[in-house]
């Protein structure tokens, strides 16, 4: 069971996963803009912000590869036509994953001041991710266990579910973070940074209840933990510590970029805040299509449509990469009321400015590496994505970090290290794709 790869249907899935993708980074951009503009000690709760939101998002990415692992199963059994050997799949691998998820969180709970500590946060800074954290860890398992229920929906070919669930959450994370940071007058007191981190908590209940929700009663995918385990659950645990590898290397380089920047002083911290969140907002906008290559593409290789998947690949660079040029022109254009949307310190603002045209330029090898990455996750090649970003961080962001330090960049040694890692992940990936698939490919 085959299906067309053409413009509608690759944006039928790449819009919606756009939009879904960028919950989470809209939870985090909304927080550091909102945070900024605190008219009391707004600087170093944008920092504290910074070093939280980095840490949280470290830990999604390490103990959230599950949902990748089960899309790549169930699109590649609807593609073969045994959708039902699956079904009892999901609840088992959510479960294990969630049990794992409540493991981390509770043991966190009571070393977080270390933890912080690693981060270079100190004095104000380090109270404020102290309070600031506290809230916001227990949304973390139901940011897991959403991911997965998307997962599940990516891989049966739907992105419009997990589009509206993200919406709603978005636009509840925005209008509760105005209301708690700010508080309103003689009806709720101005709760600042805690407020914030509230804010993104409810928000991401309401998600959690949404997908639950529509899970049930939109598919046939029952969330009842059933025994004996599925013959696929060796096969999603395989897949998933490799993208937990994977994962643990990708957050080196995030941390290292975290540390660095907080070491030059705080002002460098606020904008690498504000740069990286802006950064990987472009990279969830640039995901929709590697969505829909994660979606078709294991769709495809489960119908054993080779000529489908070469042209799938092509399609969805070339769409990410026009996306990619448009998000470049309007970061040139608008990169001055960008920044003042975050903070209205002169010195982050200059910090900021002098290194978004390397965020800016950078984009478009994002595109390449991000589309190929999702293609790939759909295809099950997961011990090659553990290689190659381990291989990227070790031996590209890391050497180039250090160099950097040496020659006296300062702060852009960390941007421009993150260049170089896009680069290795990219052409790795689009070598490793025509080196595989060409020879089976009619009409390459």
């Known amino acids: 069971m085959s299906t067309p790869v053409n413009f509608k249907s690759i944006n039928r899935l790449a819009i919606p996963a756009t939009i879904s993708g960028i919950a989470e980074p809209v939870l985090n951009i909304t927080d550091t803009a909102v945070v900024g ?44 036509g045994r959708l039902e050997e699956v079904k009892n799949l999901p609840a088992q691998a959510i479960f294990f994953n969630i049990m794992l998820s409540v493991v981390v969180l509770l043991s966190t709970v009571f070393i977080i001041e270390p933890i912080f ?52 959450g978005a636009l509840l994370n925005i209008v509760l973070d105005f209301i708690l940071v700010y508080g309103v007058e003689g009806w709720v ?93 472009a990279a969830f906008f640039i995901d929709g299509f ?32 026009v996306v990619s040029v448009v998000l470049m022109v309007f970061g040139f254009l608008f990169y001055r009321p960008i920044g ?24 478009p090898m994002n595109t390449l590496a991000f589309v190929f990455d999702g293609l790939f996750k759909g295809l099950g090649e997961m011990k090659y994505l553990r290689n190659v970003l381990m291989s990227a961080t070790f031996l590209g962001f890391v050497p180039t970090l250090c160099l950097g330090k040496f020659m006296g960049w300062g702060f852009y040694a960390i941007w421009i290290a993150f260049v170089v890692w896009m680069m290795i992940r990219g052409f790795s990936l689009v070598w490793k794709f025509r080196r595989k698939f060409r020879p089976y490919v009619q009409n390459p």
């Open 340 to 363: 003042h949307l975050f903070s209205n310190e002169t010195v982050v603002l200059q910090t900021f400015y002098g290194i978004f045209y390397i965020v800016i330029l950078g984009l």
């Open 117 to 168: 500590e690693l981060f270079n946060a100190s004095g104000k800074i380090l109270d404020y991710c102290i309070s600031y954290y506290s809230i916001r860890v227990w949304g973390f398992p139901l940011t897991l266990f959403t991911f997965a229920i998307f997962g599940i929906f990516r891989g049966l070919q739907n992105t419009y579910y997990p589009m509206i669930i993200a919406i709603i």
């Open 290 to 321: 590697a969505a829909a290559g994660n979606s078709m593409g294991g769709k495809l290789l489960g119908a054993g449509d080779y000529d489908g998947l070469w042209n799938l690949a092509k399609k969805v660079v070339s769409y990410g990469m």
């Open 189 to 281: 007191p101005a709760l600042y940074l805690e407020g914030a981190a509230w804010a993104s908590l409810i928000a991401q209940a309401v998600m959690a209840l949404m997908a639950f929700v529509l899970l049930l009663k939109k598919t046939e995918i029952s969330m009842k933990l059933t025994f004996p385990l599925n013959k696929e659950i060796k096969r999603v645990v395989f897949m998933s510590l490799n993208l937990f590898v994977r994962a643990l290397a990708l957050n080196a380089a995030l941390i290292l970029a975290v540390r660095e920047a907080t070491a030059l002083g705080d002002a460098y911290i606020g904008a690498h805040t504000i740069a990286i969140n802006l950064w990987l907002f």
């Open 37 to 80: 503009n605190i008219p009391v000690d707004g600087l170093e709760s944008l920092a504290a912000a910074g070093i939280v939101g980095s840490f949280l998002s470290m830990l999604i990415w390490v103990l959230g590869q599950t949902r990748s692992s089960i899309s790549a199963i169930i699109s590649q059994y609807l593609g073969a």
